[in-house]
């Protein structure tokens, strides 16, 4: 493991030590077959068979799931991105990841743009859901009804681990985490391949 992703695996833990899981402190490391995830002790884990992993959280009264699934023989996109809709691409790639769940809620999800970054290529995309696909196409911010994060990390030798997280959100406060509980985030941000994770203390 190089110095440098081992100093931002033990980050995270103690991000969660420190302020995600306050009630307990437990963290456990979540895994699917080549991806993998850090989770609060707020977290139980669900039976899905149209995912690799689903989690069920509660942080401070809010509800959250993450969900991953991976995709050995895809690739995220690393060239031509000029030529190509980033966003389109990652709301197709969702609601493929989505279908045939909890009602196809992937057809009823709308992102609103993101970033990438590259070696490794890791994808992250933000938006919401709403209470049909009209409403979606409409993407009137006040017909939200959960907040949604996407995020795909690409490996040429493994494939692509993607998560996406469905959250409830504070409306009033988008611009501060974007308006989830920080322990979302934190979970968020720690997908990684699972060969370079490191066990929790």
Do not use: W
């Not at 996109?77 to 980033?86: F, G, H, K, Y």
């Not at 409830?168 to 941000?189: C, I, K, Q, S």
């Amino acid at each position: 493991m190089s110095k440098l992703r081992s100093t931002s695996v033990v980050a995270l833990v103690l991000m969660m030590q420190a302020g995600a899981v306050q009630a307990d402190g437990d963290i456990t490391l979540q895994q699917g077959k080549h991806f993998s995830l850090y989770a609060s002790a707020n977290c139980r884990k669900v039976d899905l068979p149209q995912v690799d992993l689903l989690l069920e959280c509660k942080f401070n009264g809010k509800e959250a799931r993450f969900y991953l699934k991976e995709f050995p023989r895809m690739a995220m996109p690393t060239t031509n991105l000029a030529r190509i809709d980033t966003n389109a691409e990652c709301e197709r790639l969702l609601r493929l990841m989505l279908k045939d769940v909890d009602g196809g809620v992937g057809e009823r999800i709308r992102l609103f743009g993101g970033a990438a970054t590259f070696a490794p290529t890791v994808y992250s995309y933000y938006g919401f859901t709403y209470p049909s696909v009209e409403l979606a196409r409409k993407s009137a911010l006040d017909a939200a009804q959960k907040r949604v994060l996407f995020r795909a990390h690409s490996d040429a030798r493994v494939g692509t681990g993607m998560l996406v997280v469905i959250s409830d959100f504070d409306r009033a406060n988008l611009r501060h985490g974007h308006g989830v509980p920080d322990e979302v985030l934190t979970m968020f941000a720690s997908l990684d391949m699972a060969p370079y994770r490191i066990l929790p203390p």
